[in-house]
């Protein structure tokens, strides 16, 4: 029997509609409940059917010239262009519901028993995370997909580690330049992992004023805690990175289904899963932070 997006759910399959949807409901906010990149960048959607996505990254022309006198072309270039064609990964992850909670569904009206479906989407959603902000390593160390941290043109990398207090405000205004030098001016947001987010909550000394809140007033953005970045690692970025970085989304959030064969338990097999491609065009609107935990 073929795969069916939830939407066929129905058909020929023991389920109404309204348990379809409950289905892809509970997978949906399973995978919302860990969803923080998608907050970070601007989402495109694409063509369902599309495998691969290409794109080109740019540097800039050369810098324009002052002349009193009227100019020829000694001032003429172009910009260079890197074509990148990268194929649309699958993130999924398989769940079955048994066969019995779906009889006693039908029987008695009860919705699902989808505790399996929701921790499906919740681990789609984790590693969508992982997929934006750090990219995708068959191997590891080498990275197949660049996520936000991988694409960074700019490494704030002096060794700050932020279990010293007065380290924090150094390295954030050393990321700062970093981006300022780049004219990618604020507002920023920030990354972080649990463990540096957690010093950042220390009182700045003689204040009442923690780092966290000083660091929202200087980059003017959001703090985001995501654990895909290990602990030592950061991530400062543009606020707004429309034209300069975007998730480009095949099919979003999706469930497919099919009931199984007797040998395998007859239940509600199904499938939750995304398909989507980080994608930087400028990575001067990103900078690391990849040093600020103790060694």
């Known amino acids: 029997m073929s795969m069916k ?57 050369s810098d324009a010239a ?15 262009l890197a074509r990148s064609t990268v194929d649309i990964p699958n993130i999924h992850k398989e769940f079955t519901i048994n066969k019995l909670d779906l009889l006693s569904s039908q029987m008695t009206g009860t919705p699902l028993n989808t505790v399996n479906a929701e921790s499906a989407g919740y681990k789609v959603g984790l590693l969508e995370d992982t997929l934006i902000i ?29 279990a010293t207090e007065a380290n924090i405000a150094t390295s954030i205004n050393a990321a700062i330049a970093l981006m300022l030098a780049d004219d990618k001016n604020p507002p920023y947001n920030l990354v972080l992992n649990a463990t540096e987010y957690a010093y950042a909550g220390d009182f700045i000394a003689n204040t009442a004023v923690t780092y966290r809140d000083w660091i929202r007033q200087t980059i003017l953005g959001e703090i985001y805690i995501c654990n895909s970045l290990s602990a030592g690692d950061g991530l400062l970025l543009k606020a707004d990175l429309s034209g300069m970085a ?50």
């Not at 694409?151 to 060794?159: P, Q």
């Not at 199984?260 to 097999?269: A, Q, V, W």
């Open 5 to 61: 997006p939830f939407r066929y759910v129905g058909t020929d399959e023991p389920l109404s509609t309204e348990q379809g949807l409950f289905i892809r409901q509970q997978v949906v906010l399973g995978a919302r409940r860990s969803l923080v990149a998608r907050k970070l960048l601007p989402i495109r959607k694409i063509d369902a059917g599309a495998q691969t996505f290409g794109y080109d990254t740019q540097t800039e022309v």
């Open 66 to 80: 002052i002349d009193q006198a009227w100019p020829g072309k000694l001032n003429e270039d172009i910009i260079n």
């Open 134 to 162: 750090k990219g995708w390593a068959r191997i590891a160390g080498t990275y197949e997909i660049n996520g936000l941290y991988q694409a960074a043109s700019n490494d704030e990398s002096s060794d700050l580690p932020w």
């Open 246 to 295: 975007e998730y480009v989304v095949a099919e979003d959030f999706s469930v497919e289904t099919e009931i199984e064969d007797k040998r395998h338990g007859s239940g509600l097999f199904g499938r939750a899963y995304v398909r989507g491609l980080p994608v930087v065009y400028d990575g001067t609107a990103l900078c690391k932070l990849s040093a600020i935990e103790s060694p």
